[in-house]
């Protein structure tokens, strides 16, 4: 985890499988903030977390009722609560 992600919060690559959070705050900018706003993760949104891969790459989660795969380096720029 960066430093910037700890001073921030809890992100997305900690959460454990079955839990549910909501996003609170999205870190990055230009392309990679629009990429993940484009998935449909925006402030405010559930995140349920369905599955994390063996070696915690992808994270599966459901987002507005669908299934989404995220790299975990993606993961660390979604603060959650």
Known sequence: MTNTAA??????????????????????G???????????????????VRKVAPLGDPVEITVRGYELSIRKDDADNIVVE
């Not at 001073?7 to 990055?28: C, D, E, H, I, Y």
Request: charged content about 25%; aromatic content about 2%.
């Open 7 to 28: 001073a921030a919060g809890r992100t997305l690559r900690t959460v454990k499988p079955g839990q549910t959070v909501t996003v609170k705050k999205l870190n990055g």
């Open 30 to 48: 230009g392309a990679l903030r629009r990429r993940i706003m484009d998935m449909g993760i925006t402030k405010g949104t559930d995140l349920y």
